[in-house]
């Protein structure tokens, strides 16, 4: 288990910017893929970006894509999320993880493919 630790998040207006981080603590961070999910209250969690372990190929969800970046720093085993233009329905808890996996395929966000969660960061909107 690689222990994942997210921070950044907050409060926002509409058409605001947050950038979030996962600092992960341990070995063979590099090794695999790593990624965001995000819960909305009453909502199942789901995938909002993956990046592959050498950072060479990055995947989002349709509702994210063009206004979210995703990055990491091998060195720094540290993951992070750039959101912008964020709107209301962006508003939730904002998990890192890490895949069992150093890639991301067609599949990525099926959850039983990742582990190593963190403790969630909370990304709230207003309108």
């Known amino acids: 288990q690689v222990p994942m630790v997210e921070s950044g998040g907050g409060l926002v207006q509409a058409g605001g910017s947050l950038r979030l981080s996962c600092s992960a603590s341990?070995?063979?961070?590099?090794?695999?893929?790593v990624g965001w999910f995000r819960q909305a209250p009453g909502k199942e969690r789901e995938g909002v970006s993956c990046?592959?372990?050498?950072?060479?190929?990055?995947v989002y969800s349709d509702s994210v894509k063009g206004r979210f970046t995703i990055s990491r720093d091998n060195v720094k085993s540290a993951l992070y999320l750039q959101m912008n233009s964020l709107k209301p329905e962006d508003t939730a808890m904002y998990y890192c993880?890490?895949?069992?996996?150093?890639?991301?395929?067609?599949?990525?966000?099926?959850?039983?493919?990742?582990?190593?969660w963190g403790q969630g960061t909370q990304v709230t909107v207003s309108s």
């Open positions: 990046i592959n372990w050498r950072a060479a190929y990055t």
């Open positions: 341990g070995l063979a961070f590099d090794r695999y893929a």
């Open positions: 993880a890490r895949r069992r996996s150093e890639s991301c395929t067609d599949s990525w966000s099926f959850i039983p493919d990742w582990n190593s």
